[in-house]
């Protein structure tokens, strides 16, 4: 379960994550009820990322990328404990603090999660579980690159 602050506004959401113990992670966070419903998918592969929804809900919750400084997971670590994940995104700072950790495992989790952007509550996350899995590269699936653009030589004849 995962609440959404947003201007004074709070929306009850869900929240999935796939997540393994290297950093991989898919996270799907549905905002409202069905007939207002909007939903943000986040990829974390590697050095790779890939965030979409609509864009004021990504506006509302920036969650934080490798160009962030952040990696692995951020809205779901296992293993250790880590430190609160900081960055800045639009000229606001925002972190994601963990608490309350419970045993998966060999591993552990954070049974709650808050995002804050400028020191204001905008995301907060309770697991209520976590089950081990195995996973392969296509569940965290990124989006291809773009292609880069080439530019064409000038062309002979031209004014003078």
Do not use: M, Y
């Given at each position: 379960m995962a609440?959404?602050?947003?201007?004074?506004?709070?929306?009850?959401a869900t929240i999935s994550v796939v997540a393994d113990v290297i950093g991989r992670c898919k996270v799907t966070i549905i905002v409202g009820p069905t007939i207002l419903r909007r939903q943000l998918t986040a990829t974390f592969n590697g050095n790779r990322s890939s965030i979409s929804g609509p864009p004021d809900l990504i506006a509302v919750m920036p969650l934080p990328t490798r160009?962030?400084?952040?990696?692995?997971?951020?809205?779901?670590?296992?293993?250790?404990?880590p430190?609160?994940?900081?960055?800045?995104?639009?000229?606001?700072?925002?972190?994601?603090?963990y608490t309350d950790f419970q045993a998966a495992g060999a591993n552990a989790y954070p049974a709650s999660v808050t995002e804050t952007v400028d020191g204001q509550p905008r995301l907060e996350i309770k697991y209520t579980s976590a089950q081990g899995q195995a996973f392969t590269d296509a569940d965290f699936a990124?989006?291809?690159?773009?292609?880069p653009k080439l530019?064409?030589?000038?062309?002979p004849g031209g004014a003078q």
């Open positions: 609440t959404l602050h947003n201007s004074g506004i709070d929306e009850a160009a962030d400084g952040v990696a692995g997971c951020p809205l779901l670590p296992f293993g250790t404990r430190a609160p994940a900081n960055w800045t995104r639009g000229g606001k700072a925002a972190s994601i603090q990124l989006p291809p690159l773009p292609k530019k064409s030589a000038p062309q």
